[in-house]
């Protein structure tokens, strides 16, 4: 069973602010990382994807990986309470019968506060 | 519009009575895979599909069935539902089985088995 932890929060931030959400992994041959947003009741949707060490941005949203400490993290900038979510951390592991599997942590709730 | 479409939307049924949860995807995506999204759990894949007429179980396929005669549909059946199986699922669909292909969610069916 590939193991993906994430900080179960909730975590609350102030508008303006950056969250910080982390997810660690426990197989080192996981190769890729998805963050997905959801919304309460909706499907997740995705919002980065890493597949290398170092950071990736896109607009306010920067995605870093270290694939030797095994984790991978996702940073909000200027956070609008519409970034109030459940951000969902995936990885998969393109080993044999595991090939294209997402495998999914359970979620941090972030809610911004005006 | 690209997308993966799930019917229904929303289902109450009794237990024992079969039933199918029908998931299309328009684009022409070879990997297809049913989750599940239990509180407290996360997302849990049950089966998937690397194309036509390949299934195989993903970490919960207790209770449930699939098929894959066409590319574009990969169904989902409960032959004899339980209560246990009151959950929020979802279809997904990526262009190839792999690491580097993203997954794309349909909207989700939320059922409840009394």
């Known amino acids: 069973q590939k193991e993906v932890e994430q900080n179960s929060g909730p975590l609350s931030v102030p508008e303006g602010a950056i969250a910080s959400l982390n997810c660690t992994y426990s197989?080192?041959?996981?190769?890729?990382f998805f963050w997905y947003r959801q919304y309460s009741g909706k499907s997740p949707e995705l919002i980065m994807s890493i597949y290398s060490n170092g950071d990736k941005e896109d607009g306010r949203f920067t995605a870093q990986l270290n694939k030797a400490s095994q984790y991978v993290s996702l940073l909000i900038r200027d956070s609008q309470p519409s970034d109030s979510a459940t951000y969902l951390c995936?990885?998969?592991?393109?080993?044999?019968?595991?090939?294209?599997?997402?495998?999914f942590g359970r979620g941090t709730q972030l809610t911004v506060w005006p | 519009e690209a997308q993966v479409t799930q019917n229904p939307r929303y289902l109450i049924t009794v237990t024992g009575k079969k039933l199918t949860v029908t998931c299309s995807q328009n684009?022409?995506?070879?990997?297809m895979s049913w989750y599940r999204q239990d509180p407290g759990l996360g997302l849990r894949q049950i089966y998937y599909?690397?194309?036509?007429?390949?299934?195989d179980k993903g970490d919960v396929p207790e209770g449930y069935k699939v098929s894959r005669k066409e590319k574009r549909n990969f169904p989902l059946i409960l032959e004899s539902p339980s209560p246990n199986q009151t959950s929020l699922y979802f279809c997904a669909s990526s262009l190839r089985p792999g690491a580097t292909y993203e997954q794309y969610f349909g909207p989700g069916t939320r059922l409840t088995v009394t």
């Open positions: 684009m022409n995506h070879e990997y």
């Open positions: 995936a990885v998969t592991v393109d080993r044999g019968s595991t090939l294209g599997r997402l495998y």
């Open positions: 599909s690397m194309n036509v007429e390949v299934t």
């Open positions: 197989d080192r041959g996981s190769q890729s």
